[in-house]
């Protein structure tokens, strides 16, 4: 039987889809990534908004996830989670984050680093209540990251705020919101033949971003 080595080996494959140019770039990396998010958009792709978020508490240990990126304004990267979650307790103690976009099929990726804030609660409430009732509900239910004695006790707590708020209005959680990642890093990688990938990177200093490219 192969080796775990011996099966990586094989799915090696060649990068070889486009070039990336320095010069072709955006001078806002907010720009740029608007032009490759809408490209990613109109690719068929599955879940384009999905995005690995990085984050560490107090005692440097690192964890991630995948989220879904909900918007991008001028100020940052938007998602929304539960402020009482692991992530939300390591932005609590150390409000810094990564972000990574992999559109695989693209020969693409993003990679965000910077400060962490949260959405402001009328901004958090708006969003919240354009989702699903049922999702709703389900924020409401779950104790995100909380350990439970089991899956009966989740569903039944579902079942049980289902009901009492069907006919009405589901009130925003005290915990749930949205958090704003601005940054001040930003690079665009471009998948290349023979691993010489293009990597063009967006550093802040001051009000300015300066653009650079980076060797593989």
């Known amino acids: 039987m192969a080796s775990i080595e011996e099966k990586i080996t094989l799915l090696r494959r060649e990068y070889a889809s486009r070039a990336l140019h ?3 770039l955006s001078e806002d990396p907010f720009k740029q990534f608007q032009a490759w998010f809408d490209e990613a958009l109109h690719s068929d792709l599955a879940e384009p908004n999905a995005m690995t978020l990085s984050t560490a508490g107090a005692d440097g240990t690192v964890s ?3 989220v879904l990126l909900k918007d991008v304004d001028d100020g940052g990267f938007i998602f929304f989670t539960n402020y009482a979650s692991r992530k939300g307790r390591d932005l609590e103690e150390n409000p ?3 972000l990574l976009f992999f559109w695989v099929e693209l020969q693409r990726q993003v990679m965000v ?4 804030e949260k959405t402001s609660r009328e901004r958090s409430d708006a969003y919240f209540h354009r989702r699903p009732f049922e999702a709703q509900v389900g924020a409401l239910a779950s104790s995100q990251s909380c350990t439970i004695p089991d899956r009966a006790h989740l569903e039944a707590r579902y079942i049980a705020l289902d009901k009492q708020y069907r006919e009405q209005q589901v009130p925003l959680p005290e915990c749930w919101g949205g958090y704003r990642v601005i940054p001040n890093r930003v690079e665009f990688w471009q998948g290349r033949p023979n691993r ?3 990597r063009i990177v967006f550093r802040r200093e001051g009000d300015a971003w300066i653009k650079e490219r980076l060797s593989p």
């Open 22 to 24: 320095k010069a072709d």
């Open 64 to 66: 991630n996830r995948t």
């Open 96 to 98: 810094q984050a990564a």
């Open 113 to 116: 680093q910077g400060r962490v």
């Open 196 to 198: 010489l990938h293009d």
